[in-house]
DNA sequence: GCTTGACCTAGAGCCGACTCTAGATCCTAG
DNA sequence: CTAGGATCTAGAGTCGGCTCTAGGTCAAGC
């Protein structure tokens, strides 16, 4: 039973984040976490396994495409305790439809893609042909607006 | 059986694909497109049915991630016409194999917010409440340095 | 004849998210 | 004592992908 507290220096926790030093100071900056690093002798951070849990929440939402503002109003919430669920909650939900939708979107590209591979393959291989369908067809262009957007929001009309 | 050749200006061609007029000019700047859009009087552009079916497939690639180099070696492949199948297919199979890792990221990354999403309904109606499984759990950072990455390659070692 | 609006080119500016640099501090090993 | 390496702060630089501006041309309508 020893180890009560993991203390990490800021290169252990870029090892084992995969977040470079330049980032984790960054983050810390930009108020991305739940508190500011406590820090050891000489002024230099130490991490514990609570700041690298949090980190590791944060690159899974920046993995699945959560801009820095709301991570920081995340970080936010978190910060100010219990109270705020619902708050976070609905945070938590939007970003999820976010991603919900992103997957859709991408399973729809992917389409195009699978059935560009299939002609190119048929091509090449004729006598193995099969008939291919993309299901979201190149013809025709779109007639709703297209609104493909790989990031968060609509930041402002053309 | 009139309209044999649609022609549109860059507005209209804005309109129906929901690119910007500059973003029009700058993917034609950069070579994305198959050939340079053809001119009327007093140079303006004059795109074709053909022109706005190359630009909705480069949406939709662009829609799945696939950066600008890489929609402009796809471009330069397909205006050197046919030969070249080999090298397309390569292309789209590794975007297609970029698209479906992208995918299966968001699908893990979907755990961990359905995971928040669960505690924090739970937090607000705890009646009601289930238990929540997050099959890519929070605890213990991953052992694999998390190469998560949402864009293509790695770019630069830190 | 003049205004309006869509178009042209070349190039500057912007935004997000880092990344890198400079110059200083501190600890450890030789 | 000193050299090396990790850390610190503040701020500049980078990159991708557009977006915007300036300054100019052209056709149509009043």
Redesign the pocket.
């Known amino acids: 039973m020893a180890e009560v507290t993991t203390s990490l ?4 926790v ?1 090892e084992r984040t995969g ?9 810390e ?1 930009e108020g991305l976490l739940v508190n500011p ?1 406590r ?1 050891g ?5 130490v991490y514990s396994q609570d700041d690298v849990d949090w980190l590791t929440v944060c690159i899974i939402l ?1 993995a699945s495409g ?4 709301a991570l920081r109003r995340y970080a936010n919430l978190v910060r100010q305790g219990a109270g705020n669920e619902e708050e976070r909650l609905t945070l938590m939900r939007e970003h999820q439809a976010h991603v919900t939708t992103q997957i859709g979107k991408l399973a729809e590209c992917l389409d195009l893609i699978r059935f560009k591979v299939g002609v190119y393959e048929d091509l090449l291989d004729p006598d193995s042909a099969g008939d291919h369908q993309c299901h979201a067809p190149i013809p025709s262009a779109p007639a709703q607006p297209t609104e493909i957007r790989i ?1 968060y929001a609509r ?2 009309g ?1």
């Open positions: 220096s800021i290169g252990q870029a977040l470079s030093v330049h980032a984790l100071r960054y983050y900056h690093v820090r002798p000489g002024g230099r951070r920046r959560m801009p820095l503002p990031g930041v402002s053309s």
